[in-house]
Structure formats: structure tokens, C-alpha cells
């Protein structure tokens, strides 16, 4: 995520028309959406989820993954505490393994997302297609195509097309990631 921390990165048209977020929105790291869970309503009282989303800018969440292996996965119960889980998703269709639900992390993340009218992006390295299978696995379980198309895929190398070429070059060193759909030199 330091790629944000860039100065002027998300003043760049590029990447706001990349990320589909309005000028002057500032990147919040370590955003904790407060997702509802069952039995409680979404206010200071009620129960929330405590885990946090890697960014927000503006209304889009943000779940990044450069050198993460996977998404988690987690035992169904954990999943079904989520108070609109079967509203969001056709649980049956939620990618299993082992007994465990894969891609936890993007469950959640659609949920803040559905729970607070954002849009909710992935953000991976297009070397790794089982990241990339793993978002569309869980975009297929979705119900809603209002909430499927508030929902989208980013990968580190169309991102670097669009950033500062000083960055692009830091991203091409360090992670060797080479950009792809190069737009304004």
C-alpha cells in the first residue's frame, strides 16, 4: 500500500480514472468498515466486525495483495455471523476447501461494501491467476448485479501503467512488476 503514500499519486488522472475515485479523495489505510453481524444493528451498541480493510478512498475499499500467498479462508461459522451474508451472496455458491470457505477477506470486503454503499476493489499481481480466480470465485456468488458491478478487479501492473514513471520504475525494481496498458508515457 506505500504505493499511495506516493506524493501526489491519487492527484494523478490516471489513476483516479484506473481506481473510479473523484478528485481530491485521500487514501485512509487500515479502514475499519464496522461490517454488520447478526443480532445487532449498525450503531455504537450494535455488533460490528473489528477487522480492517487495507484502504479506502472515497467510497471505494481497497483489498491489496503483493506479497500476501491468498485471501484466508475460514470455517463457515465465522462466515454466517455476517448479519447480510445470505442477503449478499448465494452462500452455496461461496468457493470451499477442506471444509473451509476460501477467500474470507473478500467475503468481508464485499460486505463492507454492500453495507456501506461502496465499491470494492481487488488489488493483485497479475502473475499470480490464483488470486485472480479466487475474486472471481467469490464475484459468482454474489446476487445482487447492482452490488457485482460496484465490484472489480485492479491488478499492480495496470496500476503501474498509470503512476508517476518514478514510481513505475519502483515498482519494476522492487517487485518486479513491469506495466501493462502504458497511458501517457
Partial sequence: ?????????????????????????????????????KGGKRDKDGKTDNTEIDMRVGDLLVEAKLT????????MALV?????????FDVSELPMRNGRVIGYQLIRGTLAAFA?????????????PELVEAWYAVM????????????????????????????REFLAEKYGIVATGVLGG
Fill in 1 to 37: 500500500m506505500n504505493v499511495f503514500c506516493y506524493p501526489g499519486v491519487t492527484e494523478c488522472a490516471g489513476v483516479r480514472a484506473t481506481l473510479g475515485v473523484a478528485a481530491g479523495a485521500v487514501p485512509e489505510f487500515g479502514v475499519k468498515p464496522r461490517t454488520p453481524l
Fill in 140 to 167: 459468482r456468488a454474489v446476487r445482487s448485479f447492482e452490488l457485482r458491478c460496484r465490484l472489480q478487479l485492479l491488478t499492480w501492473q495496470e496500476l503501474a501503467g498509470v503512476v508517476p514513471g518514478e514510481l
Fill in 116 to 128: 456501506s454503499g461502496c465499491s470494492f476493489c481487488v488489488l493483485c499481481d497479475a502473475r499470480r
Fill in 80 to 88: 454466517e455471523r455476517y448479519r447480510d451474508l445470505e442477503e449478499v
Fill in 68 to 75: 500476501e500467498s491468498d485471501f484466508q479462508s475460514a470455517k
